[in-house]
């Protein structure tokens, strides 16, 4: 092709973005009947499993603050009914409820403490390809999952151990996971790009540093969601402390409250008026209900994005 010919040519025009396309040139998307039928069965389903979910949260509520007589008669449905607190002021009368909260703070505390510095460690150390043990640790951690000794010979070990009846039955137990090993160690297999380790090991980082100024800032949602569930495991554990706890002052939150729950029903049985006794003893056990889960409930919408987020990035991959 000559030069006469090339500039004979007109140059491609460019190519027309959406901004450019007139608008009553844009394709509109129409929705049928059927779209918004589809649509409304699914925020129907949705508002069907939320009021679920939902109401019966909201009922132990305003049951828990109505008259003890309009919750037994049924009179309470959507609205509390002769609003009283006098269960909450039986519940709070207790010194025994505090010193449960204390000790359940500290196990809860103390104990996420400790599973957070044992598990991660030992999930990045699984997680390296380097390891080479570490097919055959983590099978071995895998059995603990499926057998284990039974209570009897924790029991016995435990004794041996002189933990039986203090503090740390609550926490070294039950210090590792595996179950959180294996998602945290999913978590830095897929999420942390190995070309990280290669430029920490250009600039002359140790494992250590490597871990604990690249691997552990880059792992928060995953690290929130662990804790959440370490969290919410002590503050939930109750057969720790029916078993092997024997002081009523090193009892956690739970076990007092079914002490609590235990001795009001005991009375209202022995009492004169057992009707409005026992009527009394349902109020409380709502109360207990509310007071036994509300630090949980405040806690999650803090770590609620972690905890989407973690649970997604850290789930088990084939």
Aim: net charge neutral.
């Amino acid at each position: 092709m000559n030069a006469s010919t090339t500039a004979n040519v007109a140059p491609l025009a460019p190519r027309a973005s959406g901004d450019d396309i007139p608008w009553n040139k844009k394709q509109r998307q129409t929705r049928t009947a059927g779209d918004w039928i589809v649509d409304i069965i699914i925020w129907a389903l949705v508002a069907v499993v939320v009021i679920a979910v939902l109401y019966p949260l909201w009922f132990i509520i305003i049951s828990s603050i109505s008259d003890p007589n309009a919750v037994a008669g049924g009179r309470v449905s959507w609205l509390p009914v002769d609003v009283t607190f006098a269960g909450f002021q039986r519940i709070f009368e207790e010194s025994s409820i505090w010193v449960g909260y204390r000790n359940t703070l500290i196990y809860s505390i103390v104990g996420t403490a400790v599973n957070m510095i044992v598990t991660i460690p030992v999930a990045f150390a699984l997680s390296r390809a380097e390891f080479k043990p570490r097919r055959v640790i983590l099978f071995l951690f895998t059995v603990t999952m499926f057998f284990s000794g039974g209570l009897i010979p924790s029991y016995m070990l435990y004794r041996d151990l002189g933990i039986l009846n203090t503090w740390w039955v609550f926490i070294l137990p039950g210090a590792v996971s595996v179950y959180n090993v294996i998602v945290a160690r999913s978590f830095f297999e897929t999420s942390i790009p190995e070309e990280l380790h290669d430029a920490a090991q250009i600039d002359g980082l140790s494992y250590f540093g490597y871990f604990f100024k690249i691997v552990v800032p880059l792992s928060s949602a995953i690290l929130a969601v662990i804790g959440l569930y370490y969290f919410v495991g002590h503050w939930n554990d109750f057969m720790t402390g029916l078993i092997y706890i024997i002081d009523q002052d090193k009892k956690p939150l739970q076990n007092v409250l079914q002490q609590l729950l235990l001795v009001n029903q005991t009375t209202s049985t022995a009492s004169v008026g057992v009707s409005d006794a026992q009527r009394a003893a349902d109020q409380m056990k709502f109360g207990i209900i509310i007071v036994s889960t509300l630090p949980l409930l405040v806690l999650y919408p803090f770590l609620q994005k972690y905890f989407n987020k973690g649970v997604m990035l850290g789930a088990v991959k084939g």
